[in-house]
């Protein structure tokens, strides 16, 4: 059984790392977001991703609906390499440490998802 240990940042928000092919990226795991992943330009450059063009509104949390563009990498994903999606936004700014990117419920399935908010850890495992 494959597992990824996450923790909360500062801002008491579960986050893990995510590897990419140049560095690892901080990313929320957030069940609110129904795709797989969402980075900001930066981020995805560090997962190896080149130029994109491809185009997607996306409809956010506040309800407000943005342009972001379209991307698919390969990742290590609990033992294995996964093809996934990725969202990249120019709109997205960090600052300091903070993550980068947002998990979704996409890469999530069929896995599960243990967040101990007292013991503040995140655990994402495989099953059987």
Known sequence: MAKIIGS?????????????????????VDTGFNGELMTTRAAATLLGIGPVQRESDVQLGDG????????????????????????????????GDAPVGLLGT???APH????DFAERTVEIETQG
Do not use: C, M, N
């Open 64 to 95: 407000r609906t943005v342009r972001h563009y379209e991307a698919r990498t390969t990742i290590p994903w609990l033992g294995e390499e996964r093809r996934v999606r990725v969202l990249v936004s120019d709109h997205w700014v960090t600052i």
């Open 112 to 115: 599960l998802l243990l967040i």
């Open 8 to 28: 909360f940042d500062q801002r008491g928000r579960p986050v893990i790392r995510i590897e990419g092919k140049h560095e690892s990226i901080l990313v929320v």
């Open 106 to 108: 996409d890469l999530l």
